[in-house]
C-alpha cells in the first residue's frame, strides 16, 4: 500500500514548555506532504523529519490562535531562501489573510513564489482540497474562535490484476486499464471472462482526521464515518473539567468517546495542558473507554 503516514512535529498547548512544540502535524500520503496547523518553531521541527520541503504544497490552519499559526511566517521565509518557486497554498479561516498581506511584504521581500490563500468556511462541513488520490474536508469544531479540524480520506482505486490470469488467457497489455476498470474479456473462441476473475480488489481507501481544538461535541462521531485514525485534542483530564467546559477544550475521556462512537481504529491524543507533567493520566482514562488510545510525541510516526 502507499504510505500514509502522520508526523507529529509537536502536540503541546498553548503555554510554551520545554517537553513539547505547539500544534503541528504532516501527513504523508501517496508522496505529497500536506501540513496540519503550523505552531512556533515548525520549520526546525520540519527538519527534523528529514522529509522534503519541497513535497509541501499545502498547509491546514485550524484556527486562528498562536499556538497554531505562529510558525507560518518563519516557514513561508524560509522556503523563499530555500529557493522555492512553486505556489504554497494556505487553507485558513478568514482574517489569516489580512495578516499575511502585511508580514510577507516586510519579512519576505523577493520571495520567488506565490502564496495563495485559501478561505475556509470553518461553519460547514466541505471539501477544501481534492486531488486524483484524496481529498480533504473540513469538520465543524466548537472552539472560543472559528475553528474547524481536516478530515483527509483516499479516493478508492482500481482493483489490482492477476498477472497469472492475464498470462494464462493471453490478454494484450493494452487492455489491462479497461478490464481495471470493469470490463470483461472475451477470448478468440468467445468465452466472456468476467473482470472480476481477472482482478482482485482494492485495498479499503483510509482515512485520517485532525480534531484540534474543541470542546466536546456528542454529534461529532457523525462526521468522522469511516475514519481510520483520529486525532483528538485532549487539553486536560477529568480533574479539569471545568476548566475544559470554560475554554472549549476537551478532557482525554471525552476524545475516547468520540472516538469509540465513531468506531476508529485508533485514537491519537494530544494539546496536552502544560499542567501535566506527565501525561500517563490522561491515556489512562482514555483507555478507559477506548482501549487503542495512543499519547503522541514530538517525532512520532503513526501509520494511518
Known amino acids: 500500500m502507499e504510505p500514509f503516514k502522520v508526523y507529529i512535529l509537536g502536540c503541546g498547548s498553548a503555554l510554551p514548555t520545554t517537553r513539547h512544540f505547539p500544534s503541528m502535524q504532516i501527513v504523508e500520503c501517496r508522496g505529497k506532504l ?95 482540497y481534492e486531488d486524483r488520490s484524496l481529498q480533504v474536508e473540513t469538520i465543524p469544531l466548537d472552539h472560543r474562535v472559528p475553528t474547524c479540524g481536516y478530515l483527509f480520506r483516499e479516493k478508492e482505486t482500481l482493483p489490482h490484476i492477476r498477472r497469472d490470469m492475464i498470462d494464462f488467457y493471453q490478454i494484450p497489455v493494452s487492455q489491462i486499464n479497461n478490464i481495471k476498470s470493469g470490463m470483461d474479456w472475451t477470448t478468440p473462441d468467445g468465452q466472456t471472462v468476467s473482470w472480476e476473475k481477472l482482478t482482485t480488489p482494492a485495498e479499503p481507501p483510509r482515512a485520517y482526521a485532525y480534531c484540534s481544538d474543541t470542546a466536546f461535541m456528542p454529534t461529532l462521531h457523525e462526521l468522522l464515518d469511516g475514519v481510520n485514525t483520529l486525532y483528538h485534542e485532549s487539553t486536560y483530564a477529568d480533574d479539569n473539567l471545568l476548566m475544559a467546559q470554560k475554554y472549549h477544550h476537551s478532557t482525554a475521556r471525552q476524545a475516547a468517546t468520540v472516538a469509540r462512537n465513531a468506531k476508529v481504529d485508533k485514537l491519537l491524543l494530544g494539546h496536552y495542558s502544560s499542567r501535566y507533567t506527565d501525561e500517563g493520566v490522561l491515556l489512562n482514562e482514555a483507555r478507559e473507554v477506548f482501549a487503542n488510545t495512543f499519547l503522541t510525541q514530538e517525532m512520532d510516526i503513526f501509520e494511518v
Open 34 to 128: 500536506f501540513m496540519v496547523d503550523c505552531g512556533e518553531g515548525a520549520q526546525l521541527q520540519l527538519r527534523h523529519t528529514k522529509l522534503s520541503f519541497g513535497k509541501l504544497g499545502h498547509i491546514f490552519i485550524s484556527h486562528l490562535h498562536g499556538d497554531h499559526c505562529f510558525g507560518l511566517i518563519g516557514l513561508i521565509s524560509t522556503f523563499g531562501l530555500l529557493g522555492r518557486t512553486a505556489a504554497l497554498h494556505i487553507h485558513a479561516p478568514a482574517g489569516l489573510k489580512g495578516l499575511l498581506d502585511k508580514m510577507i511584504p516586510m519579512f519576505c521581500r523577493d520571495l520567488g513564489y506565490e502564496v495563495i490563500f485559501h478561505e475556509v468556511d470553518t461553519k460547514r462541513h466541505l471539501t477544501v
